[in-house]
């Protein structure tokens, strides 16, 4: 099995960053999909941005395109989002995850990931 920790969330001023990381623990082959989703009260769970263990373009949601970006450092086992410009609308819990790709491309379908972490708070104020 994977296990997976998220850090690094917090409260921010509109067009403040972050960076967040998932920790990995457990096993992870060259076909596995890496995402980052996102969770506010009252809304259904959102695919933000996935990569491929193997390479390749990463997805992201128009939403966060341009200013959020999704980078895996293999040997450390942790998968990054670094989060600039935000907005009050990017408040949310945000989780990692992971999952076997099947067919097709990583995207941000909650239903291609296997694996979840607990998530971690990320807070902009206008």
């Known amino acids: 099995q994977v296990q997976l920790v998220e850090s690094g969330g917090g409260s921010v001023q509109a067009g403040g960053s972050l960076r967040l990381s998932c920790a990995a623990s457990?096993?992870?082959?060259?076909?596995?999909?890496m995402g980052w989703f996102r969770q506010a009260p009252g809304k259904e769970r959102e695919g933000v941005a996935a990569?491929?263990?193997?390479?390749?373009?990463?997805y992201y949601a128009d939403s966060v395109k341009g200013r959020f970006t999704i980078s895996q450092d293999n040997a450390k086992n942790t998968l990054y989002l670094q989060v600039n410009s935000l907005k009050p609308e990017d408040t949310a819990m945000y989780y990692c995850?992971?999952?076997?790709?099947?067919?097709?491309?990583?995207?941000?379908?909650?239903?291609?990931?296997?694996?979840w972490g607990q998530g971690t708070q990320v807070t902009v104020s206008s």
């Open positions: 990569i491929y263990t193997g390479g390749g373009s990463a």
């Open positions: 995850a992971a999952g076997r790709l099947l067919r097709g491309s990583c995207t941000g379908g909650k239903y291609e990931y296997d694996y």
């Open positions: 457990g096993y992870f082959g060259r076909r596995y999909c």
